[in-house]
């Protein structure tokens, strides 16, 4: 058996907050803050930036990890 990384499901490669981050060379945290559909009050991402970073991301079928949205959250 050959190994499969983590990120290879149903035939296809998931595209990461890392890979949209290294794509518009931003820090990851900026591109979780811009995609996060209710974001924090503090945690603000300028409006043309926001728009971008998401333009990205579904160029490049950024598909949320519900998995990882809800890690702590009980």
Same mark, same amino acid.
């Given at each position: *058996?050959?190994?499969?990384?983590? +990120? &290879?499901?149903?035939?296809?490669? $998931? =595209?990461? !907050?890392?890979?949209?981050? %290294?794509?518009?060379?931003?820090? #990851?945290?900026? #591109?979780? %803050? @811009? !995609?996060?559909?209710?974001?924090? %009050?503090? @945690? #603000? =991402?300028?409006k +043309?930036? %926001? +728009? $971008?970073? /998401?333009? =990205?991301? *579904?160029k $490049?079928? &950024? #598909?949320?990890? /519900?998995?990882?949205?809800?890690?702590?959250k009980?």
């Amino acid at each position: *058996r050959s190994y499969i990384p983590p +990120e &290879y499901k149903n035939g296809c490669f $998931m =595209v990461s !907050l890392s890979d949209i981050a %290294r794509e518009v060379k931003m820090d #990851v945290s900026v #591109v979780s %803050r @811009a !995609l996060n559909p209710n974001p924090d %009050r503090h @945690a #603000v =991402v300028k409006k +043309e930036t %926001r +728009e $971008m970073i /998401r333009e =990205v991301a *579904r160029k $490049m079928g &950024y #598909v949320p990890n /519900r998995t990882a949205s809800f890690n702590g959250k009980i």
